[in-house]
């Protein structure tokens, strides 16, 4: 994608008309199907202006990509659009932000059919305004065709125009390119302002515009017209008569007799072919009703089979439930086992804690007790004897009688013991001498 200026707003100079023109579209690698013939054609039947340069596309030429000038849809024109633009034209294509080939066929359609439309309500007086169109119609992007745009009414007493072609076959391939002044003239283009696009998918403003009660009243008023028919009111006459186009030449007007014959025979096509659809639905629907009865009796069958399967489901449903009873009885039970075990295993935890404590008061108070002292002491007293009696053997040049314990009256008993008796051995574990011949 890419984006290029539309036209200045000032007059374009002669140097700006071979300027670069792309505008974002969605149409890039779908070639031209017109040729050199159609192309004259085309001229002939919509009177293209000469000034403007209608050309083919060259390889790899694409609609929303030119070399220079724009692209247009052979479709646009069918469906009433005339170059160089006018000047409702260029300002609703201001307004939106959008291209002249960004519009799909009804779009414009609608654009030109509403301009006729206006001016047959007012007698010419007062002309269509961008506000009135999209008071009226929504712009919208078409979701399958990114880049492209359509107009939707807003509410139903808002689709003004009738009877719009609801398909247009293969119109993409179909289109050549113009160059120069296809804004507008230069007079037209230097009073109205007509900027360049901005976004690559437009400018949307979707915002619905505030009319007041004189333009409601117009659109009322057009509203109740009764000719408000697309083929009707986008003739080359009308557009002649209300300056949407030039003075029809009288090939454009054969071409115009030609196409509306044509849409006359296809739509009579379209009613026989009807009527063939009308008789081959009724013998589809007597077959139908055929397979109705076989359906109804085969229906009965299965609601049988049916009743028979919900009472066995009933009885299932019962043992269910009896079941289901149960276990929720044997889980009312392990809950209650499982609250006294918590209680049983709290009362353990609680004499635990009191065994543990009764322990530590028991061993506190022996260790305060006189016994426990005396115990000390006579310990240490024995041990201090066993130690002087080595030490006298081992140096029995030192007297250690000088040394005296002090451990008050109560372990006086001990020391009063006698090394030999202290170091007696008992006579159960005394071993006989190896040179005893009586031992």
Same mark, same amino acid.
């Given at each position: ?16 008309? %071979? ?73 609703? +294509? ?36 961008? %506000? ?52 507008? $003239? ?20 979707? $915002?619905?515009?505030? +009319? ?48 509306? $014959? ?7 096509? #379209? ?32 609601? %049988? ?15 269910? #439930? ?8 044997? #889980? ?44 000390? %002491? ?15 053997? #081992? ?45």
């Amino acid at each position: 994608m890419s984006g290029s200026k539309a036209g200045p707003s000032s007059a374009p100079s002669s140097t700006q008309k %071979d300027e670069v023109e792309t505008i974002y579209s969605c149409a890039v690698g779908i070639p031209s199907k017109t040729d050199e013939r159609k192309l004259t054609s085309l001229r002939s039947w919509y009177q293209i202006p000469d000034e403007l340069n209608p050309r083919l596309a060259v390889r790899d030429e694409w609609c929303c990509q030119p070399r220079f000038g724009i692209g247009v849809y052979e479709a646009y024109l069918l469906g009433g659009l005339r170059l160089p633009l006018n000047t409702f034209a260029r300002e609703l +294509l201001s307004w939106l932000g959008i291209g002249l080939c960004q519009l799909n066929p009804n779009a414009w359609r609608l654009i030109v059919s509403m301009q006729v439309l206006w001016r047959e309500v007012f007698e010419g007086d007062r002309p269509l305004t961008v %506000d009135e169109f999209l008071f009226c119609y929504k712009p919208s992007e078409i979701s399958q065709s990114r880049g492209f745009y359509q107009f939707t009414a807003r509410r139903k007493d808002c689709r003004i125009i009738k009877s719009l072609v609801t398909s247009d076959r293969n119109w993409k391939t179909e289109f050549f390119f113009v160059s120069g002044f296809w804004a507008g $003239r230069p007079v037209d283009v230097s009073r109205d302002s007509f900027p360049p696009y901005t976004g690559e998918l437009g400018n949307l403003r979707v $915002r619905r515009p505030s +009319l007041n009660k004189f333009y409601l009243g117009r659109v009322q008023k057009a509203r109740l017209h009764p000719e408000r028919d697309f083929h009707s009111l986008v003739t080359l006459q009308r557009l002649a008569i209300w300056g949407l186009g030039p003075e029809p030449s009288p090939e454009a007007l054969a071409h115009e007799i030609t196409i509306r $014959r044509r849409m006359a025979t296809m739509k009579e096509n #379209k009613g026989k072919g009807a009527m063939s659809k009308f008789i081959a639905a009724s013998r589809q629907a007597t077959e139908l009703d055929r397979t109705r009865l076989l359906l109804e009796r085969r229906i009965k069958e299965v609601k %049988d089979e049916c009743k028979g399967w919900a009472e066995t489901a009933a009885e299932a449903k019962d043992a269910a #439930k009896g079941l289901l009873d149960l276990v929720e009885e044997l #889980k009312a039970d392990i809950v209650e086992k499982d609250s006294r075990l918590d209680h049983f295993q709290v009362k353990v935890d609680e004499l635990s804690n009191s065994l543990v404590r009764a322990k530590d008061e028991a061993v506190e108070e022996f260790r305060a007790s006189k016994q426990f002292t005396d115990l000390l %002491d006579a310990n240490y007293a024995a041990g201090f004897e066993d130690f002087r009696m080595e030490a006298k053997e #081992k140096f029995p040049e030192v007297d250690f009688s000088p040394i005296v314990l002090q451990l008050g009256g109560a372990s006086s008993s001990f020391l009063q013991t006698s090394s030999e008796d202290v170091n007696v051995e008992d006579d159960a574990s005394t071993k006989p001498a190896q040179d005893d011949p009586d031992a």
